[in-house]
């Protein structure tokens, strides 16, 4: 019988209480009970442009204070946690989507504009960057999974849905997270509000086994938990035990590693990162947001 890890409650909340952004203190609040969804959201404004874009270090290895793609994602998946994709910030964020989509109706992994700030070093972009399956694909997964509306989400669904029928040559881990996201949304989504499955059934198991054979063949994940360096577990392609890539993963390996993810808390109560951040603060920010991210994949696999 296995024995299940669980992580310290206690110690996690000293550590956001401490440490964390304000955002994410709110977020764990919500986690735990003790707080609403209002704070959360009134907080995420302010990392919110005049432009309907996210910028302001949501995502910490991005110190710019203008609008990026990914920002944008992060705070998606924030207003998905409290159940708040129906505010009026994410009107305004598809709108900024229109303006910065390519012919191809995806958008760039990062604007030009990042250029001109402290950033993680992996953060570059030509002067005219491509659309991107990450984050266009995360992104338009989140939209129809809850049943939004909005003029960007189509061209950006078949921009994603020609990129899963094609080759898939540059599809490594953030993608495949992206890709998954894109197809759990299509699964689980309504798309017009009018009871119209996100998309084809079938379509979306096919391309599901497809992209899992990818993650086999290429050993996008570490399935023994114990590997070092800036990997990726089956939980960041499966952080909730319905998720479609979860099938691609036995039993025992998903097991081991949420021990593992419940035993990396550190003595601080906080988890770690598996990269170099820019700066101290960014290191902190970034440990308040996969701390709250942890806890919220443990109890998903009931764990808490």
Request: net charge negative; charged share 20%.
């Amino acid at each position: 019988m296995h024995t299940a890890s669980a992580p310290d409650l206690d110690a996690v909340a000293e550590f956001v209480w401490r440490n964390a952004r304000l955002l994410d203190r709110h977020r764990f609040a919500f986690f735990t009970g003790a707080g609403g969804a209002e704070p959360v959201i009134a907080t995420l404004r302010a990392y919110a442009n005049a432009d309907g874009g996210f910028g302001n270090g949501l995502e910490p290895d991005i110190r710019a204070p203008l609008s990026q793609p990914q920002p944008l994602e992060l705070a998606l998946h924030v207003l998905d946690e409290v159940d708040a994709l129906d505010d009026p910030l994410v009107t305004r964020a598809c709108d900024w989507l229109a303006g910065v989509t390519t012919t191809d109706g995806g958008v760039p992994f990062v604007l030009p504009s990042v250029r001109d700030w402290p950033r993680a070093p992996w953060w570059q972009s030509d002067d005219e960057p491509p659309a991107s399956v990450n984050p266009t694909a995360a992104i338009a997964g989140l939209l129809t999974r809850n049943g939004v509306t909005h003029t960007w989400l189509a061209g950006a669904t078949e921009f994603v849905w020609r990129a899963l029928d094609g080759p898939l040559d540059a599809v490594g881990g953030y993608e495949a997270i992206a890709l998954y996201a894109f197809l759990d949304g299509m699964r689980d989504g309504v798309r017009g509000g009018d009871g119209v499955r996100g998309g084809d059934a079938a379509r979306v198991e096919a391309a599901a086994a497809r992209l899992g054979q990818i993650v086999r063949e290429r050993e996008l994940v570490a399935l023994d938990p114990a590997t070092t360096g800036h990997v990726f577990s089956p939980l960041a392609l499966a952080p909730r035990p319905d998720a479609l890539a979860r099938r691609e993963f036995a039993d025992d390996v998903i097991d081991a590693h949420l021990d593992a993810l419940a035993a990396g808390q550190e003595a601080d109560g906080g988890w770690p990162i598996g990269w170099e951040p820019p700066s101290v603060a960014a290191e902190l920010e970034w440990r308040g947001w996969i701390s709250v991210g942890a806890l919220r994949t443990l109890r998903a696999y009931g764990r808490i």
